[in-house]
Structures are given as structure tokens and as C-alpha cells.
Nanobody, 120 residues
């Protein structure tokens, strides 16, 4: 079993900053990639940013230059620092991870989301 536990969401005014973190635990041999998605009311879930084990990052255009994704491989944790927040950034943020188990099988996991809610 694998669990992703998010933390750090909360109320923030437009223009403000907020940091999210997501810790993975359980039957983990290797975390291939980790990322953050978000879903605003009435909208589809979208990728915000992801990061490979080697540190290669990818951002959706709307957050480039404002958000920074990072990870601590030793702690199996991914972070998302969000600066200059805009009203369109207000959403529930979900952590995701592609994890390889000891049988070398990769599976996708998701965090619960509510702890990653960003609202004004």
C-alpha cells in the first residue's frame, strides 16, 4: 500500500504565496515522478507541474515563473511553492506520484486533495 499525504493548503489573498507538500509512504521501491494537479469548481483536473526523480521539471504555461516544484528523494516528498497567486489559481490541489514497487511495477497514486485546497 502507498499513501500520499498532502499539507499546506489554506486561505491566501491574490498576490500572496503558499507552499504545499506531499509525503509518500508505504511499499515504495522508487518514485519515478511526482507532480501536482489542480481542479477548480466546474473544471477538469489539470496538470500544474511535475518533476522526475532526476529533477527534470515541467510546468503548465499559466504558472511558469510563479510556481516552483521540488522534491526530496530521501524523504519521498514533493513540494510546490506558489507565488504571486491569482484568482484562477484557486482550486483543490492534488499530489500525484508514479511509484515503482519491489516487483518493478509502476503504478499511479493520488493524494486526497482537500488538504491542498487554495482559496481566497
Amino acid at each position: 500500500q502507498v499513501q500520499l499525504v498532502e499539507s499546506g493548503g489554506g486561505l491566501v489573498q491574490p498576490g500572496g504565496s503558499l507552499g504545499l507538500s506531499c509525503a509518500s509512504s508505504g511499499s515504495i521501491f522508487s518514485i519515478v515522478s511526482m507532480g501536482w494537479y489542480r481542479q477548480a469548481p466546474g473544471k477538469r483536473r489539470e496538470l500544474v507541474a511535475d518533476i522526475s526523480r532526476g529533477g527534470r521539471t515541467n510546468y503548465t504555461d499559466s504558472v511558469k515563473g510563479r510556481f516552483t516544484i521540488s522534491r526530496n528523494n530521501a524523504k519521498n516528498t514533493v513540494y510546490l511553492q506558489m507565488n504571486s497567486l491569482k484568482p484562477k489559481d484557486m482550486a483543490v490541489y492534488y499530489c500525484s506520484a508514479k511509484i515503482m514497487n519491489s516487483y518493478m511495477i509502476e503504478s499511479d497514486y493520488w493524494g486526497q486533495g482537500p488538504q491542498g485546497t487554495v482559496s481566497s
